[in-house]
Structure formats: structure tokens, C-alpha cells
């Protein structure tokens, strides 16, 4: 079997995301939305980061970490606002590791504004 490239996978999750995220009216009747709204999030952040990584390496540029990525992202243009990026990966690593330390509606929110950013950089990055 042929493994997809990670820009194929970022597309795919963009979609995954934006799909759960009509449920988002939901989740205060059913946990179970929130959860899957999350972790649609948190994948296509995944690849949304590797799929930067890959493409800066093209550049002949090193980067390791997710906030090295997002910081040469920003500085190659790909994105525009790289603090708010940052935020978006802060948010992430704490929803997963303290549940209790974002609201679900300020996760939903970044979850909502990184849906639009993640949408603007996709055809930077794609292939």
C-alpha cells in the first residue's frame, strides 16, 4: 500500500475538520462531539506542522520542532500572524495534557480561527 504524502493527509484532515465542526452546536448536548471536534483538530495541526516541515526542508532549511516550524514559516511568509499559530499549538498541548485548563468554548473558538488559518496556508504548502 502507498502512503499518502503529508500534504495529501493536511487536504484530507482540513476537510475532516471543517466537517466536524458543523457538529460544534452540539457539543453541549453530546461530549462525544466535542471530543471528535478535538481531535480533528488536533491531526490536521499534526499535519499541518509536518507538512511545513517537509517544505521548509526543500527550502534546505533545519527545523525540529513545531515552534521552529512555525517560526521559519513565518519568516519564509507562509504565515501571516505567527504568534497567533504559536497560540494555536499552546492551546493544543494544554487541552490535551489538562483537560480542565481551556473552556471547551475557548477551544472551540481556536479550533474555529485555526480552521481559517490552516485553510489560507494549505496551498502554500501543498506538494
Known sequence: M???PD???LTQSI????HAMSFSDR????PFYFAGIAKSFEICLEY?????????MTEGL?????????KQAGRLGWIDDVEKWLDFLED???AVHDYLGVS????LKTIEDFLQEVKKISPKIAG
Open 92 to 94: 493544543r498541548n494544554l
Open 7 to 9: 500534504s495529501d493527509k
Open 48 to 56: 499541518a506542522w509536518k507538512s511545513m516541515k517537509r517544505k521548509i
Open 104 to 107: 471547551e468554548a475557548d477551544y
Open 27 to 30: 457539543t453541549e448536548q453530546d
Open 2 to 4: 502507498k502512503k499518502k
Open 15 to 18: 476537510k475532516n475538520l471543517e
Open 62 to 70: 533545519d527545523v525540529y520542532s513545531p515552534k521552529e516550524v512555525i
